[in-house]
């Protein structure tokens, strides 16, 4: 390959994937120069996480050549060269294993005897994590840790590989805003040193701190190759969307019109105590609340615990002046529809179809009177919230596992709405979802409240918190602040630092 000269990272040329009736890649060619960092865009199904998967050498591309070249003097590889380090989208860690066997996994180092070096394993993984503060993890099986605390570990991993290549497949999913900036400082010196990087996210503003150019893609076509200081967001919404759709809504919000006093109180937080956690709170019919704070300060545990996935040490919750039973089956039988934290382990049933995972709350009302399940029913169920959620699946009975990461998100949302709850609690709900998709799940949440649903919220990860009727900030385990709607970026960025 003559024209793959020295400053050229990585080269794509002709690359096409297909997968059934999907085509999640259709001739995809590009170029990326040493030590750049470059921005990978698109709406959910685009066909990113293929191209990222294809160049580490997990999905075989049908046609088409990748070459990879970590240094000047270093030979050209082929996709998966040991020069790339991947962040995937979906967890790839070893849940049994500890943390220091994740970060390690695949080259565990020996010592002159040759047998594993446990002790420098464990050291080196200690000075890694610690730079993100998460230190005591470094001896615990992933399964016991939150899911931020796998992301950073899995980015500790990437990066004690000491790539000439870094892929990240949106790392700051879930990460609060020091996460984020730990995260950023360690492109920026990755940078510094040569690293080339490949950067997907959805949130755009991000790019501009990280990236200098940017690459987005279209039904897997690229549409569009800039640097970032020619590009606006709006330029690359209009690319990633097309002509024919127009832009998302992002016109100012108008103000949550207040919940009168006379409203019923629905959900009662009552004394509740989980652990160091501690919170009360009343929240009424058609009443959006926000739980946000710091990664760990306790929103998503009071969250969890309103639809029974964290067991209370003390106090009490109740929806409509009963107590939530034990377990989220019995939150969803009464009433309360759940977005989890982590969509991977408990959002969705991943060899279900798209149809069966959408439908499976609602199956209840989709029986007939032989207690059977009406497919017929179940179908049109399907199609109705496939259309209005832009679930892109290639048929209703595509394994969910198969889908796109927000495509997925997408499908957890619709199931926690096809039941109509009174209430609903979501965390993160906008994880992985691109923006088309953000703006429609702040207008459907809008829409519940003035219907009279009553919603919680729970995240530190971006959510748009102007809609909700009140903000409750949480520090260390205890709510610090309490924002009636109104309140300005800056007065919420101050409160969730504890200030
Ligand atoms: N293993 C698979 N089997 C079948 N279809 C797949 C598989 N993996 C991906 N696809 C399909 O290929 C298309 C591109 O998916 P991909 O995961 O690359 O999207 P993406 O741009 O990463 O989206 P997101 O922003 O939602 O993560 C999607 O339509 C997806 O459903
Ligand atoms: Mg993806």
Redesign the pocket.
């Known amino acids: 390959m003559s024209e793959h000269s020295d400053d050229i990272a990585i080269a794509i040329e002709g690359v096409t994937k297909q997968?059934?009736p999907?085509t999640?890649l259709d001739g995809v060619s590009l170029r990326i120069r040493r030590g750049r960092s470059c921005a990978l865009l698109?709406?959910?199904?685009?066909?990113?996480?293929?191209?990222i998967a294809a160049l580490t050498g997990l999905v075989r591309a049908d046609s088409g050549t990748i070459s990879v070249r970590g240094d000047a003097d270093g030979e050209i590889e082929g996709p998966g060269g040991h020069s790339i380090a991947c962040v995937y989208?979906k967890s790839t860690l070893v849940s049994e294993l500890t943390v220091a066997e994740n970060i390690w996994l695949g080259r565990y180092p020996r010592n002159r005897l040759g047998l594993v070096d446990w002790h420098r394993m464990r050291a080196d993984s200690l000075a890694y994590l610690e730079e993100w503060g998460i230190g005591h993890t470094v001896d615990l099986p992933v399964e016991a840790l939150e899911p931020i605390e796998a992301k950073i570990v899995e980015v500790c991993r990437a990066l004690s590989r000491g790539p000439r290549i870094l892929l990240l497949?949106?790392p700051t999913a879930g990460l609060d805003e020091a996460g984020c900036r730990e995260l950023f400082e360690k492109i920026r010196l990755a940078r510094s040193r040569g690293v080339t990087i490949i950067y997907?996210s959805?949130y755009l503003e991000e790019v501009f701190q990280v990236c200098d150019e940017a690459v987005i893609?279209r039904d897997?076509r690229v549409v569009l190759e800039a640097d970032t200081a020619d590009l606006t967001v709006e330029t690359i919404v209009d690319a990633m969307v097309g002509e024919v759709d127009g832009r998302p809504g992002h016109a100012a919000r108008d103000l949550p019109e207040e919940v009168p006093e006379s409203r019923p109180v629905v959900l009662d937080i009552d004394g509740a105590v989980i652990g160091e956690v501690s919170a009360s709170t009343r929240v009424r019919r058609g009443e959006i609340l926000g739980f946000t704070g710091l990664d760990g300060a306790g929103h998503v545990r009071i969250a969890e615990a309103i639809v029974g996935a964290q067991a209370l040490d003390s106090g009490r919750i109740s929806v409509g002046g009963t107590r939530v039973p034990r377990g989220v089956d019995g939150a969803i039988r009464a009433g309360i529809g759940f977005v989890p934290e982590d969509r991977h382990r408990s959002g969705f049933v991943p060899d279900l179809s798209v149809e069966e995972n959408s439908t499976l709350s609602a199956l209840r009302l989709l029986r007939n009177r032989a207690g059977l399940i009406d497919e017929r029913r179940r179908r049109t169920k399907y199609e109705e919230l496939a259309g209005e959620w832009e679930i892109?699946?290639?048929s209703p009975e595509?394994r969910t596992?198969?889908?796109?990461?927000?495509?997925q998100q997408k499908v957890v949302m619709a199931r926690a709405l096809a039941t109509d709850p009174d209430i609903l609690v979501l965390i993160n709900p906008t994880a992985?979802?691109?923006v088309h998709a953000r703006s429609s799940i702040y207008t459907t949440i809008q829409e519940l409240a003035l219907a009279g649903r009553t919603v919680v919220i729970a995240s530190s990860d971006g959510v748009d918190f102007t809609i909700a009727h009140r903000v409750i900030v949480m520090f260390r385990g205890r709510p610090h602040a309490e924002l009636a709607a109104g309140f300005s970026e800056k007065q919420l960025a101050a409160a969730v630092q504890g200030e």
């Open positions: 997968y059934g999907t999640a698109g709406r959910n199904g685009a066909g990113k996480s293929t191209l989208q497949d949106e997907v959805h893609l897997g892109k699946a290639s595509q596992a198969e889908l796109s990461g927000g495509n992985g979802v691109d």
